[in-house]
């Protein structure tokens, strides 16, 4: 029953149109960045909201596509109708989670707003094949219908997806997979019907899997690798590659990329004059700020620091 994750970005087809990002902008009108996450089919809208009181709107169904929604600051309160139904009324605190199932239409009345609410699309098929891969669920999965409540795992997940969404440069595609990866394995324990789902079946790599897997990260560090790509190469599916290769390895290999492009920065600042910048864009980050900061969190002192260090 396995199927393929849609690939297709940030589009997905609806009943009554394209359910997108760009038609969350249409729909809110409130200042949205949207953006497609990696390479497995997952995208997000990041919204924000002045004050505001008396907004009525209607959400399409999507017959493919689960809609997430997390507070990330601010609050309210807010009423949902879902397929024409009362469901709740809630205050609304930073951390509060709602999930918009395949197929569902909503309704939702604000009547007072304010702050930051990230909206994450998660296709199904990514979520069928995630649950035969990682917990070898063979049966469709569903999500359960569910109010609206504190959920601290998707929303610590939404901040690491805003802080792209507002600078694009600060990931890679192979970071934002694995994002992706974790958010499923938290969805499908905490809001599926896959029943107590307390342990991953966990294997590692074949050596010759994990071999190939190695010499591509350690040839293609400086490239906008893909967790997608690798998980090709082993002839896996991205969900069983990333949890075969922290098997294995025991670091995902988004962890791992960091690890080989911080060792040839240093090889660099020790051995050439090339600028902080250049050093940046030779190890693969468009970002020479975002650059810093790792190589800070890795050794403890800037790049400039650390070559002034080494050149005494």
């Known amino acids: 029953m396995a199927t393929v994750p849609d690939r297709t970005g940030d589009q997905h087809e609806t009943a009554s149109g394209r359910h997108s990002p760009d038609r969350t902008e249409a729909i809110y009108a409130k200042q949205t960045i949207a953006k497609g996450l990696g390479s497995l089919g997952v995208s997000a809208a990041l919204w924000q909201t002045e004050i505001f009181a008396g907004f009525d709107h209607n959400i399409p ?3 493919h596509t689960h809609a997430i929604s997390t507070c990330l600051n601010g609050g309210g309160e807010s009423s949902s109708f879902i397929n024409g139904r009362f469901r709740y009324r809630r205050q609304i605190v930073p951390g509060s989670t709602g999930i918009l199932r395949a197929g569902d239409t909503a309704r939702a009345v604000t009547h007072a707003g304010w702050g930051h ?8 098929s990514l979520l069928q094949q995630s649950a035969e891969d990682g917990f070898g669920q063979n049966a469709q999965v569903e999500l359960l219908p569910s109010d609206l409540r504190v959920d601290p795992a998707i929303t610590q997940l939404g901040k690491i997806v805003a802080q792209e969404i507002r600078i694009p440069s600060c990931g890679s595609r ?3 997979d694995s994002v ?10 905490s809001w599926s019907s896959l029943s107590a789902p307390t342990e991953l079946h966990r294997s590692g790599l074949a050596p010759w899997q994990q071999q190939r897997a190695i010499e591509q990260l350690q040839s293609r560090y400086h490239e906008n690798l893909s967790i997608d790509d690798l998980a090709a190469e ?3 599916s991205p969900f069983h590659f990333i949890r075969s290769f922290k098997a294995s390895v025991g670091v995902p290999p ?14 660099l600042l020790e051995t050439t004059d090339l600028a902080i910048t250049d050093v940046a864009f030779e ?4 970002s020479p700020a975002h650059f810093a900061r790792l190589f800070r969190r890795h050794y403890g ?5 650390y070559r002034r260090e080494r050149n005494r």
């Open 254 to 267: 988004h962890q791992y990329l960091t690890q080989i492009r911080m060792e040839r920065a240093r090889v």
């Open 174 to 176: 192979m970071m934002l």
């Open 234 to 236: 082993a002839r896996l």
């Open 61 to 63: 169904a999507c017959q």
């Open 180 to 189: 992706s990866l974790a958010l499923v394995v938290h969805v499908l324990r």
């Open 283 to 286: 190890t693969g980050y468009q």
């Open 117 to 124: 609410c990230l909206h994450l699309y998660l296709p199904d």
């Open 301 to 305: 002192m800037t790049p400039t620091a």
